[in-house]
């Protein structure tokens, strides 16, 4: 945004519009999105917008946006950490084999009923 910018305001000047830094400051103010609202009034409270350059504007807006960054990619990573499920392994028990062993017998014999009432 900030290259754009400076092309624009070099282009305007070779027209002989020639705008002060203040104004420079305060027209890269309002062109930022809503969701900077907070750090725009922060930086008008904060700051002297008269004599503020450029330049520092330009680094007090990139290092709130690497902020930015920097917790989404949290948020992010954090997100992924809570989608991993852990099963719980247990051995199975004595009860649990007996119960085994009877549902295989009684599948086998379920099985032979069904191979004799097809063929007899």
């Not at 070779?14 to 830094?21: E, F, R």
């Not at 305060?26 to 930022?32: A, G, P, Y």
Request: proline share 3%; charged share 35%.
């Amino acid at each position: 945004m900030f290259v754009r910018f400076t092309n624009i305001s070099n282009s305007l000047q070779s027209l002989n519009k020639c705008y002060t830094n203040s104004e420079m400051v305060r027209k890269i103010l309002r062109c930022l999105p809503k969701s900077w609202m907070p750090k725009v009034t922060a930086i008008e409270e904060a700051k002297d917008l008269n004599i503020l350059p450029l330049e520092e504007l330009l680094g007090s807006l990139m290092t709130h946006e690497m902020t930015i960054k920097n917790h989404e990619d949290e948020e992010e990573q954090d997100k992924k950490k809570k989608k991993v499920i852990a099963f719980k392994s247990s051995t199975p028990d004595s009860s649990e084999e007996e119960s085994d062993d009877e549902m295989a017998l009684i599948t086998r014999r379920f099985k032979k009923y069904l191979a004799k009432k097809k063929f007899g």
